[in-house]
């Protein structure tokens, strides 16, 4: 029942906004993109090829009113090993992903911002895409792999200047089962900059446990251009108690980028993770964290660290970069072997007028 009342009701909210932003001639946009992803897997357990993150997508943008905006993102249809069932009965549940990525409307007052619906809980770093059709799982550290992100609250922003803002965010937790049921909640404190150059996300999350304990992340990303070269620097560390601060769960991730010509983009890039703290800060990582995993295997112990290296390749055929040809190639240290992958991205835009 609770899924049917959702459901129901996102649809009406996206028909009664539409007809608001019409009426207003405000602008926004439709984005469809739908993505075909092949990989080939070789580990300590084997060699497999299989779809991997095989996914119709599709991303609205809306404003409406005086200040509102409507954001909705949703996964139509998926190939890989969840499978595409469970986005449509998941839509009451925080510990899945289901058809809702994103269903939040956004009422901007001066410099303050206030977001409520469905989101993604806010991350220092910028290893994590924040939609699906860019996301690739064999060159993210562990926590952003598998933690199920995408989930109901609320935000409130301000833009200290036109290159920076605070922002406090409530989420709820994926140690719920469905929407709110454990009473749990995740804080969220993000500073945000974006300089001609150099652009910083520095975060702090508290995702509270049912036993009422606190599993604190901190990240810090960086992100460097000039030119046509990029440089991304992602340091987090992820524990249990403060005395962990230095010797818990640590990530550092550094990926170089250099876009050769228009129609080329390369990347290289590494990941160091580390365990110290004789357990892991998920109590193990198990189908709860549903976001689908890299096949190639990156729980960490305390006894090894892992290392991750991964080369990517972007060509744009097209002169509006609406198609979009990758190939992937990822290892680390658990495995011993790694994925090589071969993937393409349609970007269809329908801007409204």
């Excluded at 249809?77 to 549940?93: E, F, M, Q, V």
Aim: net charge negative.
């Amino acid at each position: 029942m609770k899924k049917s009342i959702i459901f129901l009701a996102a649809l009406l909210l996206f028909t009664g906004v539409t007809a608001s932003a019409q009426e207003d001639n405000e602008k926004g946009y439709l984005l469809i993109a739908p993505r075909v992803a092949v990989s080939g897997f070789h580990t300590f357990e084997g060699n497999s090829v299989g779809f991997d993150n095989t996914i119709l997508y599709s991303i609205l943008k809306l404003p409406f009113g005086d200040g509102f905006t409507l954001s909705m993102s949703n996964r139509w249809a998926r190939y890989n090993l969840s499978g595409t069932a469970r986005l449509y009965t998941n839509l009451g549940r925080a510990d899945d992903l289901n058809f809702f990525d994103i269903l939040k409307v956004r009422w901007d007052i001066g410099r303050f911002y206030v977001q409520l619906g469905k989101d993604c809980m806010a991350y220092g770093n910028y290893t994590y895409d924040l939609y699906a059709q860019d996301y690739f799982t064999d060159v993210c550290d562990t926590f952003v792999a598998n933690y199920q992100a995408y989930l109901w609250g609320g935000s409130i922003g301000y833009r200290i200047t036109d290159r920076s803002d605070l922002m406090f965010q409530i989420t709820d937790t994926p140690y719920s089962g469905r929407i709110f049921d454990s009473h749990c909640l995740a804080f969220t404190g993000q500073w945000a900059f974006s300089g001609e150059n150099l652009s910083t996300l520095y975060t702090y999350n508290g995702v509270q446990r049912p036993d009422g304990s606190f599993m604190n992340y901190i990240a810090l990303g960086h992100l460097y251009t000039n030119g046509p070269f990029t440089c991304q620097l992602d340091l987090s560390t992820h524990f249990n108690k403060l005395r962990h601060f230095f010797n818990a769960e640590e990530a550092v991730g550094l990926r170089l980028g250099w876009a050769v010509v228009p129609q080329l983009e390369l990347y290289a890039q590494g990941v160091w993770e580390c365990s110290r703290q004789g357990e892991s800060e998920w109590g193990g990582y198990g189908p709860t964290w549903n976001i689908p995993g890299s096949c190639v295997p990156m729980q960490i112990t305390p006894e090894k660290d892992l290392w991750l290296g991964a080369f990517t390749a972007f060509w744009f055929p097209l002169k509006d970069r609406s198609l979009r040809v990758h190939m992937l190639a990822a290892g680390n240290n658990y495995a011993k072997g790694g994925t090589l992958q071969l993937g393409a991205t349609y970007f269809l835009q329908i801007n409204f007028k």
